[in-house]
């Protein structure tokens, strides 16, 4: 079948799986040129994301993945798994060959399992839908990603994804139990849940965080969690992040687990909470989630942490006002036409860094010519350190040079935090922005992982140019 042209493929697809699940229609194309990588919003809007895949299929089922990635593989054709596309490293950017496989119809629960807590659902389900589902019969899934109106169970796991509750329930990898994937030539690989595994390394691990590149979940076991009797808020403000990092780690320290901790350093006080910030303080936010005497006893205990370090009580409005926002972003669209270019990094350290690291970012990225603001908050912790999520924007003398102004930019976060000595990701993913800095975080693990990718995708169909740096 060699020298066979794009249509022919196209055709072929449909009658693999059916005229509605395969679309080569322009505005479908376009939908699934990017995710939500500021770059490629950027580009795009500039008229320079040109590339469109070959065609879009919508599987139904996991026979349906498994024959696309049979087709890619005897054609050699790129396969890139999409979910919500709301990813924000650009790990999703096919070229004209590239299958993009749109997991959104797969997207029942399989099973709700009372007594053994967890769920059974198809990766392509929306994060929104799934927890209100769960929440209908009782449940939580305690994973909240600012994004999960937009995102997908799939792409969480490929993306190791943090919801906002982490402290208390964990990240993605802490959630999930099992799941299935369709490797890169067609066979299903199954990883069932079971309370705990001890069967070798655990190969899970591989396909988490993977963006795609090792096989195509399909459907995936995940913790479940009875809604909580009880929650409680409280904040307080600090003089300055130093103080409120020691507060949230002497909490951690002493085994306590708010399930929200959040601390924003003065200029994201003074951005999102007015009424609550002097202008230079720094504010932390806590919420208690369990059993009625728990949150009692780990407010009671967080707020003398806090009072023994000079916090100063900003009462329950500040969480109250988060709770109501917290899922408002500006779109990247708007930023740019006001002639910004924008951007959020997150990374972390354990808690003999991470007060360092977060000065040395904000004054590296203060240090970009053209930059504006440079802030920074945690959000994410846990006894041995904590994330701090750093946004950053910046106007660049012109539109041509916008570009170089946020590389620029990443360049100066990640150097910076590499000084510092922390880990240059905690929850986007790699994706294309990261993957220079790979080896500086990983070593001889970039070629360990590249030699896993080969053995298990000699074709290299999966997701290519993402996660991995060019060898
Ligand atoms: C406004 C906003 C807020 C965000 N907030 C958070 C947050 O709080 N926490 C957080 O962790 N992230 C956050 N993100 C980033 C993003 O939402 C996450 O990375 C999310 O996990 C991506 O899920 P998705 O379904 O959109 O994946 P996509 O963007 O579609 O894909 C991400 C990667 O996973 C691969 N992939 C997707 N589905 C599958 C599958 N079934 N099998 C194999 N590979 C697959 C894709 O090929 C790609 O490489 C935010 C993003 C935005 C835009």
């Not at 069932?192 to 899970?204: I, N, Q, Y």
């Not at 880990?423 to 970039?446: D, M, T």
């Amino acid at each position: 079948m060699a020298g066979i042209d794009s249509e022919q493929h196209r055709l072929h697809l449909q009658q693999l799986l059916g005229a509605t699940r395969v679309s080569w229609e322009p505005a479908q194309l376009q939908a699934h040129q990017r995710d939500t990588w500021f770059l490629n919003v950027y580009r795009a809007l500039q008229g320079r994301l040109v590339s469109r895949p070959l065609a879009v299929v919508f599987p139904e089922t996991v026979e349906h993945v498994q024959e696309v990635v049979r087709y890619a593989l005897s054609h050699r054709l790129p396969v890139v798994p999409y979910g919500g596309g709301s990813g924000v490293c650009g790990a999703i950017e096919p070229d004209a060959n590239a299958i993009v496989i749109d997991m959104r119809r797969l997207a029942r629960i399989l099973e709700m399992n009372d007594r053994a807590l967890y769920a059974r659902v198809e990766a392509g389900k929306m994060g929104e839908a799934f927890e209100e589902e769960l929440r209908a019969a009782g449940f939580t899934s305690g994973h909240f990603p600012q994004s999960m109106a937009v995102s997908t169970i799939g792409g969480w796991l490929s993306t190791r994804a943090a919801g906002q509750y982490s402290t208390r329930y964990g990240n993605i990898e802490d959630l999930v139990l099992g799941f299935d994937a369709v490797l890169p030539d067609g066979r299903l690989l199954r990883l069932p849940a079971r309370a705990r595994w001890a069967s070798g390394p655990d190969l899970r691990q591989l396909f988490l965080g993977a963006e795609g590149t090792m096989g195509i979940i399909t459907e995936v076991t995940l913790k479940i969690f009875p809604l909580p009797e009880s929650a409680l808020f409280q904040s307080f403000s600090f003089p300055n992040m130093a103080t409120g990092l020691e507060a949230i780690r002497e909490i951690m320290r002493a085994g306590w687990r708010p399930a929200v901790v959040r601390l924003y350093d003065a200029v994201e006080s003074a951005r999102n909470f007015p009424e609550a910030s002097s202008g230079s303080d720094c504010l932390l936010l806590l919420i208690s989630e369990g059993p009625g005497a728990f949150t009692a006893a780990e407010t009671a205990a967080a707020a003398g942490v806090c009072a023994g370090l000079g916090g100063q009580s900003r009462g329950t409005a500040p969480v109250r006002r988060w709770l109501e926002e917290r899922n408002r972003v500006p779109t990247f669209e708007s930023l740019i036409e006001k002639g910004l270019v924008v951007d959020t990094i997150e990374v972390s350290a354990t808690w003999d860094r991470v007060s360092t690291l977060y000065d040395q970012v904000v004054y590296a990225l203060q240090g970009v010519s053209g930059v504006l603001v440079a802030s920074g908050h945690s959000s994410h912790s846990y006894p041995q350190g904590t994330n701090i999520y750093f946004t950053f924007a910046a106007r660049p003398p012109s539109p041509e040079l916008g570009e170089q102004t946020y590389l620029d930019c990443w360049r100066a976060a990640m150097e910076a935090t590499l000084r510092a000595g922390g880990s240059i990701v905690h929850h986007h993913g790699i994706g294309r922005i990261r993957k220079a800095w790979l080896a500086h975080e990983l070593g001889e693990g970039v070629e360990l992982l590249r030699a896993l990718k080969l053995t298990l995708d000699p074709a290299g169909i999966l997701n290519p140019g993402t996660l991995l740096p060019e060898s």
